[in-house]
């Protein structure tokens, strides 16, 4: 029926903004995918589109509110305290250091591969972090990209993402 769908719709609405559509995912073991997706795209990325696919600065704010999710006062506090022209400011300087690194490391991002995905799922400082290790290929070589996601009730939000590092087997 219509009403049925119209409450999936609004239900679905409310769960997908406590963090973006892009910087989330349900599983740890997704963010290799999505790690993978936003390097694969770089060399047609602008920082606004980068910026996109990690939490926002409005999720952050929720996120410092609940305190279910994030059981530590001081944690919240910390959260609060972050200002929207930092995060925007932290996020554009990780990408230009992924472009740069990537750039003097030659890496051809359109047409890396996957090799593999290690994580850790932790609960630190009162709330549930996801740290990540992608390995892909770019040419011959290997390379590593740390990645960090929170998780803020529903799934894993993307907030940081560093490298690339040569991998050592």
Do not use: H
């Not at 305190?67 to 925007?88: G, H």
Request: charged share 40%; hydrophobic share 35%; aromatic share 8%.
């Amino acid at each position: 029926t219509m009403k049925k769908t119209i409450g999936l719709f609004a239900l679905a609405f409310i769960v997908l903004t406590a963090c973006g559509p892009s910087s989330r995912v349900s599983e740890p073991e997704d963010v290799s995918d999505q790690v993978m997706d936003i390097l694969e795209d770089l060399d047609d990325m602008s920082k606004e589109d980068f910026r996109d696919a990690f939490m926002t600065y409005d999720e952050m704010q929720d996120l410092a509110e609940d305190t279910d999710v994030i059981t530590d006062k001081d944690a919240r506090k910390r959260l609060k305290k972050m200002k929207e022209s930092e995060l925007k400011k932290d996020l554009d300087k990780g990408f230009a250091r992924i472009l740069e690194k990537g750039s003097e490391l030659k890496i051809k991002w359109a047409d890396i591969e996957f090799v593999d995905f290690e994580y850790e799922v932790e609960k630190r400082r009162g709330m549930k972090a996801c740290g990540g290790k992608v390995t892909f290929k770019s040419g011959k070589k290997k390379y590593n990209m740390r990645s960090v996601s929170i998780y803020d009730g529903s799934g894993y939000c993307l907030v940081s993402l560093g490298g690339p590092y040569e991998a050592r087997d």
